[in-house]
């Protein structure tokens, strides 16, 4: 999208939000090669800080191609906020109901004006110990398959140094550096033309997620484990260690 598209509330949320992001934060932004000039796609992006989605937009908003983000419903129902989020067309998702597959629908729609639609493919902040991205959601693959745009896999990393992930306290000083690398677009040619199963939608989003850690190993420059933290195989752990450990003590208790 040319930057003459960029509209109103777009430019305004930019001359609102960039002068503290610019000052407070430095920049090691690359791969910008690798977001298309025209027609359009999807960013798959890494999530690991309440503020990166305003880092990574004043990214995006650089190389004028400005991204739709999939956000919480009420977030357009809270005054400026709302006014701001609806001018500026971001994609509402409507989680726990009937209306959850509209976001995919939008997201389609978006992608078939010619729009960049950037999706947080894990749904949450990471919950990785080490902040590496966690397995991911379908949503990315649904669209990327059923429209068969580029994907291009993105990671940041230096946000989550100013607001740790589930922190509160910001850390300004020393002035921290936002890294973003975009990759070359995901190949998932392999993909098209099958039927979108869930297994098949798992795995396209899968190859989405390696893509991400990929560029993530290059800024942070060492490797990510072997398998990617699953939070809900996690929690599952977690209720056994729980029942095992009470069982324990009322072993001891006889």
Sequence with gaps: MPRRRIGF???????????????????????????????GF???????????PFAYAHFQYNTGRVPRFLAKSGLFKKGFVGAVMRGTGQ???????????????????????GECVAFYPEGTITRDPDQWPMIGKTGAARVALQTKC???????????????PYAKKLHLFPRKT???LAGPPVDLSRFY??????????????????????????????????????PRRERIEQRRRTQAQSGHEGEKSK
């Design 91 to 113: 994609i509402p998702v409507y989680r726990e109901s009937t209306d959850a597959l509209s976001a995919f629908r939008a997201a389609i729609e978006a992608v078939e004006r």
């Design 193 to 230: 033309g099958k039927d979108m199963t869930q297994d098949l939608l798992k795995e396209a989003t899968e190859v989405i997620m390696a893509a991400i850690t990929a560029q993530l190993e290059i800024i942070r420059g060492e490797k990510a484990p072997g398998t990617a933290y699953d």
């Design 42 to 52: 999807i960013t798959a992006v890494n999530h690991n800080s309440h503020i990166d």
């Design 178 to 180: 936002h890294h973003v």
């Design 150 to 164: 580029p994907v291009v896999p993105v990671a940041q990393w230096g946000a989550n140094e100013v607001l740790p």
């Design 9 to 39: 509330w777009y430019r305004l949320a930019a001359v609102i939000a960039k002068p503290p992001l610019v000052v407070l934060i430095k920049r090691d932004w690359r791969g910008l090669e690798n977001i298309p000039a025209d027609g």
